[in-house]
């Protein structure tokens, strides 16, 4: 009898029957726990009698092959004593199932590696165990908390980055909810994500984290927002702020688009169409100058003299490729003066208007945007945070529930301790 328990895996249970009536259908194994000795009220410490079982369906691993299913009969019992508050009780073991969720645990523990650390959606997971996607993300969810709120999780961070993060496009007419990421810079390790990009939440969350925490940050990075600032100014007030790199090459990029749009409107009277010049320009605009070979830098040289008479997209072109220009240098004491440079050629009457806004931008963030200078050790964190974007854009797929989101991104991009999956409790 015990070799059936043997195989089951579940040493404290007693094995029912089995049932396996279609080849396709899951093994269908049915389980009660083993009785030690009495049951007692924990009321009143009387003997409990036996009220019923309730069968409880659980989605299980595998096994030779074929989907599994544990059919639980858990015992319900009951306190004799009329006096007693307890009333009745439902029997309880972790060790088969945690509470409320629909797979074993040793399935859920499965699952939430699966989903967490290898980045498998929920959908192919269900998939592989034939159960639905609820069952599956509740399990990572329970199990995943316990990983990621684990306070050893988060070490000493001395860049912190925050940086607004899509969440989700919500409703009819897709709105987006947006949430920041709290990140250690040098790590590539996502801290946390709260909720919203006003300063707010970012600011509490790290009042939380305790003074001493806070006062080993040196290094603050952000994208040029003010809500950001005024959590660096407010909480970190000691801390450097630095402009994150890829967002002022990307708000140069953003501006160059801008011009190339509105010229095309002003000299052709309509918006870019696939045969105007300016339009088939695009691309080459926004490619770093120093990747284009012979023929594309010809080739976009003829299609602005040709769409960009008043040379308006050319000073846009060049202003993008001197804020790109300004990563190249290497000298910090020299990098004011490299930054305030190109913001004041940009703020000249000759240039389009986009253009001296940006070059308004820069002149607000100067001291930002020279601080990457000093700040950087290498060209590393930005590749690290790049890819750690697009780790998080992949889990973001399909969740609506910010909660199951927040565990989602931080099993797969908040570098949890696996190794204490295995002793987790839900
Ligand atoms: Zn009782």
Same mark, same amino acid.
């Given at each position: ?64 092959? &074929? *989907? ?47 989903v967490g650390?290898?980045g498998?959606s ?21 199990? @995943?908390?316990?990983?990621v ?9 001395? #860049?912190?980055g925050l940086d607004e993060t899509l969440f989700v496009k919500?409703?009819?007419? *897709?709105?987006k909810q947006w949430s920041t990421s709290i990140v250690d810079v040098?790590?590539g390790q996502l801290l946390d994500v709260v909720e919203?990009r ?11 984290? @305790? ?35 890829f967002?002022?090459?990307?708000? #140069? ?6 011009? *190339? ?11 870019? +169409? ?14 770093? +100058? ?27 072109? +060049? ?17 004011? #003066? ?18 001296? !806004?940006?070059?308004?931008?820069? &002149?607000?963030?100067?001291? !930002? ?6 700040? !950087? ?7 690290t945070m790049n890819g750690l974007a697009k780790r998080i854009k992949r889990v973001a797929f399909g969740m609506?529930?910010f909660?199951h989101w927040r565990v989602r991104v931080l099993l797969y991009a908040g570098h949890p ?10």
């Open positions: 009898m015990r070799m059936c328990e043997l195989l089951v895996g579940l040493p404290t249970v007693t094995v029912l029957g089995v049932v396996d009536l279609l080849p396709l259908a899951p093994i269908t194994v049915h389980i009660e726990t083993l009785l030690e000795g009495r049951e007692t009220c924990n009321g009143c410490d009387q003997t409990a009698t036996l009220k019923d079982r309730d069968p409880v369906m659980l989605t299980d691993l595998p096994v030779f092959g &074929r *989907r599994a299913r544990l059919v639980w009969l858990k015992r319900r019992w009951r306190c004799p004593s009329r006096s007693c508050r307890v009333g009745s009780w439902t029997e309880l073991a972790p060790e088969i199932a945690a509470r409320r969720l629909g797979l074993t645990d040793r399935a859920g523990r499965w699952a939430t590696f699966q650390c290898h498998r929920v959908k192919e997971v269900a998939g592989d165990l034939g159960c639905d996607w609820h069952t599956v993300n509740n399990a990572v969810v329970a199990y @995943g908390e316990r990983l709120d684990d306070p050893a999780r988060i070490g000493q961070v001395t #860049a912190l919500r409703g009819r007419w *897709r709105t040098r790590a919203g006003d300063s707010a939440p970012a600011s509490l969350w790290l009042a939380k984290r @305790g003074q001493v925490w806070r006062d080993r940050i040196r290094y603050g990075t952000l994208d040029m927002s003010g809500p950001y600032r005024k959590v660096f100014d407010t909480m970190l007030p000691d801390t450097t702020q630095v402009a994150d790199p967002h002022v090459v990307k708000l #140069a990029g953003e501006k160059l688009d801008e011009v *190339r749009r509105r010229v095309n409107q002003d000299v052709l009277g309509r918006r870019g +169409h696939k045969d105007d010049p300016l339009y088939r320009a695009r691309k080459l605009l926004v490619m770093a +100058h120093e990747r284009l070979d012979d023929h594309a830098s010809g080739k976009l040289t003829g299609l602005l003299k040709a769409g960009d008479p008043n040379g308006e997209v050319t000073t846009a072109w +060049h202003a993008k490729e001197a804020v790109r220009e300004l990563y190249a240098h290497t000298d910090a004491k020299l990098a004011l #003066a490299w930054v305030d440079q190109p913001s004041a050629d940009m703020r000249d009457v000759s240039c389009p208007p986009e253009i001296r !806004q940006l070059g308004r931008t820069m &002149r607000r963030w100067r001291t !930002q945007i020279a601080a990457w200078h000093e700040a !950087q050790v290498t060209n590393g964190p930005t590749e609506t529930n909660r301790d696996w190794s204490k999956l295995a002793t987790v409790t839900p």
